[in-house]
């Protein structure tokens, strides 16, 4: 009876949880990593010079 219950909410479920995990990765990966995507941010401004002013890399 329990899992006639839970069959039908299974797909969205396993959406929400892999969402989790991603989120929860991401925050990890940032938390260890953010001298690296620091860096990658501001290559991504001289790159692009005519895009951004100097306040662009406090804003991102």
Do not use: R
């Not at 989790?20 to 953010?34: A, K, M, Q, R």
């Amino acid at each position: 009876m329990m899992s006639a219950d839970i069959s039908t909410i299974k797909a969205g479920l396993a959406i929400v949880l892999i969402g989790l995990f991603f989120s929860v990765g991401l925050g990890i990966s940032f938390g260890v990593n953010e001298d690296a995507y620091q860096e990658y941010v501001a290559e991504g401004i001289a790159a692009h010079p005519g895009l951004h002013n100097e306040a662009s890399a406090d804003k991102i």
